[in-house]
């Protein structure tokens, strides 16, 4: 859900993209585009408070940061490396 819960972001593992369904006009389109920044097997997903959106990407283990609500891809890998395939995101604030 984004920050002003107006939007439904969804994993789509069967394309290697991520769907965003806008919930006031019930329309669905692509946000991340397949494979965008090496996505492969989306599953978590959270907004930071820097405003970046942010995906567990379960095959190559790594945590992908995108640049804002458009999907744009910020260069290399946020975190890489893990030693499982991550599942969940979930922002703490402090």
């Known amino acids: 859900m984004s920050p002003d819960g107006r939007h439904l972001f969804i ?3 069967g394309n290697d993209s991520i769907l965003h369904h ?7 389109n692509i946000f991340v585009a397949s494979k965008s920044g090496g996505l492969s ?9 820097d405003g970046r959106f942010y995906v567990a990407s379960r095959n190559p283990k790594e945590i992908l940061r995108y640049e804002d609500i458009y999907g744009s891809q910020q260069g290399k890998p946020f975190i890489t490396n893990l030693k499982d395939n991550p599942e969940f995101l979930m922002l703490i604030r402090h």
């Open 11 to 13: 994993g789509n593992g």
């Open 22 to 28: 806008d919930i006031g006009r019930k329309s669905t």
């Open 41 to 49: 097997g989306p599953a978590g997903m959270a907004f930071g408070d």
